[in-house]
Structure formats: C-alpha cells, structure tokens
C-alpha cells in the first residue's frame, strides 16, 4: 500500500555515471538485489551517513576508505541483509565484498564504498554477493536509473527517483537520483539510501555543503516511525562532464543548481513517506510564527510522532484534542496555550488556546478524509517556519513489521 498513484518518472542520465543491477539471490532467487554504481575519475563526491552509534558494518567501511582520501570509483549495494549487528565480522564481509569488486575492477579495494540494507543481525552471504557481481557489472550503463531504483528496494512497494535538468549558457545540466525506505524511517542525517549524480562540476567542499544543506531540509524532515536505520547514507556525485562549473562567483548559476537538487531531494524524500509502511496518507505538519527552528521542529515531531494522532490519522477521525495535547506536551518553554491557532488544511479547529468558534465536526471529517493533510499549527511566538512529512499509522504497518522476518 502507499499513498496517491505512481507516477512514471523520466530517469535523464548523467553523463559518466553508470550503474548496474544483478542478482545475488540473497533473500529470494532470481530477485534484482545487488547494485553497482561506477563514478568516472575526476568526479567529486559527497557523503552523509547515519547517526545511529550502532551504525552497520558497511557504513563504518564506508567512512574509512573516504578517510583514506582514496577517489572513491564504485558504489556497491546490496538488500535482503542489512549487516548491522555483526561485529567484528560484518566489517570484514564488508571488506571482502569490496576487495571482490575491486579485483573484478582492477582498482584498489580503498575506492569501493559498500551500502547495506534488509534485516539486522544476520551475517552478510558474501558468496552470495561475490558471485552476483558479474551480472551487475555487465548491466553498467549510463542508462540504468529505473533498474537500480528497483534493485535497491526492501519492503518498498514502488521504486523512488527523481531526475532535473536546466539549461545555462548552451549547456544542459542534469541532476538525477534514486532512495529507498519504508520502514525505520526518522533519519538523522538523510534517508535509508539515497543516490543522487549531476554532470556539472563542483568542488568537493562545495559539494559536501550543498548535500548537507539539502538533506537537512529534505531527508531531515522525513518520519514514517521516528525509528533512526543502523544503515542511512545519503550519496552526492559531481562528474563534472557537462562542461558547466558550480562556484559562488556565479550566484544565479548557483541559485538554479541548488533549486533542481532541492527538488530531487525533496521528491525522493516525500516519495519515501508516500510508500511508508503501511501508509494510507500523506501528512504534512508544519509550525508557523515559532520561536526559532529548533522550537518549530520540536513541535512539529511530537505531533509526528504521536501514535495517537498517528491512529487518528488512519481512522480518518478529526480527534483534534489528540493534536492540542501534543503542542502542549512538546516541551516549548512558557507557551502561552491562548495564542495557539491549530488548522486542518483550511479549517481552522482551535483558535486561542480551544476549540475555534467556526469549527463543525463535519468539517474537519471532510478534510480527514483525505489523502493528503496538512496541520498546521501558529504558536505566534516568533518569526520561524519549519515543517516536517509523516503517515498515518494502520494496520498493515504492525503487519508488516510482525511479519518481516518470516
């Protein structure tokens, strides 16, 4: 289940990335579950992972063949084993996993960065893995966006990409990328995985701000559980073969850069809630007139995150007391409950601090009873905006989730 229709996304390559999808047969045989991605020299590259300090054995491998300022050449991934929760052993499958690639590629194992997801606390099959590079290898093309976003899902029920281009000065610019995740969906960094490339240039100092700062307001603001993976890594690669360089000299190029990965970034992440587990509707909750930022968020998480509203949401029941009891409990320093304004999309339901004189039960059972909401709430504290996107919580989420190892 997942919210709203799929809709076809156009995949524009990026001109020297290439990737491949294969078989290793890990959970099911025969099922598309290994990825390769292959970074042409000269590229820059960018990298968020998660905070979670029970981080997975690929993730911890990840960060150290970067720290070896080794030019980082191949991406490699795979689903249906998370290898989180396995020690010492994770670390050395992960490794090999690499070193097999590189052999293949004749690059140093250094240059290889694994990515893992699937289920925690079960040993990696690097057999498995080793004997599918092959079939992802032969598949590497610049063409091959839409068979990677399938490869890299778990309990996804659709895949997830996005794709921008412009034009400046004569020259086509391309920013496209693909994510997964479904579940254990609060990222404190980015999102489960995400991969996204651009042709133009941009220096790697410059390309880890720019990562950092859309993650922030993208991937950062996504939950589906409020539950942080052992395995988040987000990816940014710049092959810088369209000619066209990104720089702070050039205020407005920079301006059109920033916009198109914000918006692939941003489809990515509201595509990962839209395909929650279990997910009956799309939710946005946004904080208006806060205090500050963090102030904006805090509120907007407690409400988020609040299994009651959460049910609410899913029984398309316009408990609106469940929403005025999470403002309250939010932890906001002196919060003044009668300068509060709390709206369904554009019903207003509470108005100084309690039930709005203008509200009617039927009201608010029109807005529920969509798919896409938003809550909105006005503390009138101050001039700050944030917003956060979340689902509902059914039935099929415990389902899913009760039955994910069987």
């Known amino acids: 289940m997942a919210v709203g229709k799929e809709e076809a996304v156009v995949y524009h390559p990026v001109k020297g990335f290439k990737l491949g999808t294969g078989s290793a047969g890990i959970k099911k045989p025969g099922r598309k579950d290994l990825v390769v991605m292959e970074i042409p020299v000269g590229s820059s590259l960018a990298s968020v992972f998660t905070l979670n300090q029970f981080c997975a054995a690929p993730v911890r491998v990840a960060k150290k063949h970067l720290a070896t300022g080794a030019l980082p050449r191949y991406l490699l991934t795979n689903t249906g084993n998370a290898n989180a929760g396995t020690g010492e052993q994770g670390i050395i499958d992960a490794e090999a996993c690499c070193q097999a690639l590189a052999s293949k590629m004749r690059c140093d194992a250094e240059s290889i960065l694994p990515f893992s997801t699937g289920v925690i606390g079960e040993p990696l099959p690097v057999a498995k893995i080793t004997a599918g590079l092959e079939s992802a290898i032969a598949n590497l093309s610049e063409e091959g966006w839409e068979e990677a976003a399938h490869g890299i899902m778990t309990t996804d029920t659709r895949p997830k990409g996005a794709s921008d281009q412009f034009e400046y000065q004569g020259k086509t610019v391309t920013v496209t990328g693909i994510s997964k995740g479904s579940g254990m969906i609060m990222p404190n960094m980015a999102t489960m995985l995400g991969y996204v490339a651009t042709d133009a240039e941009v220096e790697p100092n410059l390309l880890q701000r720019l990562l950092s700062h859309t993650s922030d307001r993208s991937f950062n603001r996504i939950t589906v559980d409020g539950d942080t993976s052992t395995n988040d890594a987000c990816i940014l690669v710049a092959t810088g073969q369209s000619g066209v360089e990104i720089t702070d000299l050039e205020p407005v190029l920079m301006e059109r850069f920033t916009q198109a990965l914000e918006h692939v970034m941003l489809s990515l992440a509201h595509a990962i809630v839209k395909d929650g587990e279990g997910a009956t509707k799309f939710v946005e909750v946004r904080v208006e007139k806060a205090g500050s930022t963090e102030e904006a968020l805090k509120v907007a998480y407690t409400i988020a995150h609040s299994p009651l509203v959460k049910t609410a949401l899913f029984a398309s029941d316009p408990n ?37 004189t203008s509200y009617t039960e039927e009201q608010g059972q029109q807005v529920m009873n969509r798919e896409n909401i938003c809550i909105r709430v006005i503390l009138n504290r101050g001039g700050f905006v944030d917003q956060v996107w979340t689902t509902d919580l059914s039935h099929d989420y415990v389902t899913i989730n009760a039955e994910y190892r069987s």
């Open 320 to 356: 609106w007391g469940r929403i005025l009891a999470c403002v309250g409990r939010a932890g906001v320093h002196d919060l003044d409950v009668s300068d509060v304004q709390i709206w369904l999309d554009e019903v207003c339901i509470v108005d100084k601090g309690a039930r709005a």
